[in-house]
């Protein structure tokens, strides 16, 4: 049932309300919208949408609830925010029980969504001012959607660590007060920095382009989407990695090999060869002995040949190069820096790096164990390339 001013949750009547009421859907080609279309439907059917006291949310309120939620993960594979549930609407500002603090909206770890209506309508009636809590609380949840054990999108999840690098200088210029195109409440903390900035994202994303240029390309490639003279592209990432990749300054050249000395299946070998000396030395070479200890050599030999892995950094590519001499190069690729994600540093020099590799659209997680020394240029250069840095 729907009252005269209502529509009805149907493609055709989102198709018409869509083109009336909201802008983001008008940057959007016809394939894009038949897309965008379906995800509003089944994104309805599949939560709670209700009004909290008087206000009883009619079927065009959901519908740019809806909206809302799809604008921000359209370019997403993993969509729809599985573990919220109920999205709980007020007619104006809400109190919270713990506080009694006064809030416009609310994401919280029990799977519910709050918005006052006043202000969540605000947001997409006035574009430029770069304040949207649509897209404001729908971030909170598409950050904290992975908990419990709830299907994250696989590419949000994993490169994020490389946003959050690219994010450090606005963030900064915030804490610091220093001079910046974001609101100061994105400094309050990195989740609210993501969900400012996601907003001015959607709204002044040139803006972002100009002051922090590595910023945008992140926030384009993380969301895979991006919106240029008023059309909304999204499968944009291979475009955007290239472009970002020209900022990159790049690593001056260096090859971080395995040490074999920090290899247990070297170790073990080295052990191996002193009984399987003796035994060729006191026994014949064909003696069951002597070829048992030669084919067990053998295999651990084989093992540590296969996990033998080199990094390569040289100037704006990667290479990742895995076997040593039987089996050299049997993984072998190389990746721009745009597409190294981050580098751990461990206290016994151990190098992990994690690389997304657009091949195959998958991200690697590999460690060279080596005694070698990295010197503060190196990690600097890690630092400039906006690459997630940690220390453990």
Request: with cysteine.
């Amino acid at each position: 049932m729907t009252t005269e001013n209502d529509i009805l949750l149907t493609l055709e009547h989102f198709q018409v309300f869509y083109t009336k009421y909201f802008k983001y859907y008008t940057t959007l080609n016809t394939q894009l919208k038949e897309v965008f279309n379906e995800r509003c439907l089944e994104f309805i059917s599949q939560k709670t949408i209700i009004g909290f006291g008087d206000f009883k949310p009619n079927n065009k309120v959901k519908a740019i609830i809806a909206a809302s939620a799809v604008q921000l993960t359209l370019g997403l594979e993993t969509w729809n925010l599985s573990y919220f549930d109920t999205i709980v609407i007020h007619s104006n500002d809400f109190d919270d029980k713990k506080t009694g603090l006064k809030f416009k909206g609310g994401t919280n770890l029990s799977g519910i969504i709050q918005f006052s209506w006043k202000d969540f309508i605000s947001g997409y009636k006035i574009a430029d001012d770069n304040i949207n809590l649509g897209i404001h609380e729908f971030t909170h949840a598409l950050k904290l959607n992975a908990i419990r054990n709830n299907l994250p999108d696989y590419f949000f999840e994993n490169y994020f660590s490389k946003w959050q690098a690219a994010a450090n200088d606005a963030f900064n210029d915030i804490r610091n007060n220093r001079e910046t195109i974001f609101r100061k409440y994105g400094g309050a903390n990195l989740n609210e920095f993501v969900s400012v900035c996601f907003e001015h994202y959607f709204e002044s994303p040139e803006e972002i382009k100009k002051q922090y240029p590595n910023l945008y390309y992140a926030t384009g490639i993380l969301l895979n989407q991006q919106t240029q003279n008023n059309i909304t592209n999204i499968n944009v990432r291979e475009k955007l990695l290239s472009e970002s990749n020209l900022l990159n300054s790049g690593f001056s050249s260096l090859s971080v090999k395995t040490n074999p000395l920090k290899s247990s299946s070297f170790i073990l070998m080295l052990i191996l060869s002193i009984p399987l000396i003796y035994t060729l030395f006191t026994t014949s070479f064909n003696s069951g002995a002597s070829i048992f200890l030669m084919l067990l050599a053998l295999v651990i030999y084989l093992r540590f040949d296969f996990t033998y892995t080199t990094f390569c950094f040289d100037g704006i590519e990667f290479k990742l190069k895995k076997g040593l001499f039987l089996f050299k190069n049997w993984q072998s690729f190389s990746v721009a820096v745009s597409n190294i994600i981050s580098a751990r540093l461990y206290d016994n020099n151990d190098l992990e790096v994690v690389v997304y590799n657009s091949k195959n659209k998958s991200f690697y997680e590999e460690t060279v164990s080596t005694n070698q020394a990295f010197s503060p240029e190196f990690i600097n250069e890690i630092i400039t390339n906006k690459i997630a840095f940690f220390k453990s």
